[in-house]
């Protein structure tokens, strides 16, 4: 395990921001910012990088100073035959295949000044040919749907993704009682010392309710105590100390 006590984490994490909706994305973030909490920012080098002036890029340059954590989400979500799913990038494919895919990716990243060694497959699926692949190339940290990873050494927190990523999108009715179930789930994962993670998006950024209620989960997480990180881990050898 890279976490020895009973302390809360909170691990608040941004994905999908394109420079379109960047505006959105960086008043979330300075609401975070007023919170003392940094982001993990979910990237996909394929579909977002664009030219090195791209707004987002110098954004996310930018937001480093900040402490945030460039995570590779995925390289092209829609490219290949082998997606399980929409977006499913990295579910099912082989070592080989996720290996190609992951240096395509950081080599894009590179050629924008971004670089990472943390992982978050699209749609929090990793195959385990992915995983090999990853560890493979030296990355030192991944996070599915239900928990966190080392791959620079054993241990792993598992601890479930929460968010809005549920059938129909929470319209109508049904979207009030979602935003009460994520600020009553945080509240329940923090009374029991647990880690916390938050997945915003950038759709869910156009709704306030949702805003709203992610922010009242993080205060909420706040205010019983939880130590806000993000995926950049403490080393391996750190962690056993």
């Not at 302390?7 to 505006?23: H, M």
């Not at 002036?53 to 996310?60: G, I, K, R, T």
């Not at 590779?72 to 997606?83: I, V």
């Not at 290996?99 to 990793?126: E, Q, S």
Request: with cysteine; hydrophobic share 45%.
């Amino acid at each position: 395990m890279w976490v020895h006590d009973v302390v809360a984490r909170l691990i608040v994490s941004l994905s999908g921001l394109t420079d379109d909706s960047l505006p959105r994305g960086a008043e979330f973030a300075a609401a975070l910012d007023a919170r003392g909490v940094a982001l993990s920012q979910l990237y996909r080098p394929g579909a977002y990088a664009g030219p090195a002036a791209s707004p987002l890029v110098d954004w996310l340059r930018g937001r480093r100073d900040l402490g945030d954590a460039i995570v590779l989400h995925g390289f092209d979500h829609s490219a290949g035959p082998t997606r399980v799913g929409r977006r499913a990038e990295f579910a099912a494919l082989p070592q080989h295949e996720a290996g190609l895919r992951l240096r395509a990716a950081r080599r894009t990243l590179g050629a924008v000044d971004l670089r990472t060694d943390l992982f978050v497959p699209p749609r929090w699926i990793a195959s385990a040919g992915t995983v090999d692949a990853l560890r493979e190339q030296g990355f030192t940290m991944y996070a599915d749907e239900n928990g966190v990873h080392r791959l620079d050494g054993p241990g792993s927190v598992r601890t479930r993704v929460l968010g809005f990523r549920t059938a129909g999108e929470g319209r109508g009715a049904a979207e009030p009682w979602r935003c009460r179930l994520l600020v009553a789930e945080v509240a329940r994962i923090v009374r029991r010392g647990g880690v916390v993670r938050i997945n915003v998006r950038a759709k869910d950024l156009k709704r306030p309710a949702r805003v709203g209620a992610a922010l009242t989960a993080i205060e909420e997480a706040l205010s019983c105590g939880a130590t806000p990180v993000t995926y950049r881990l403490p080393s391996a050898t750190a962690a056993a100390a």
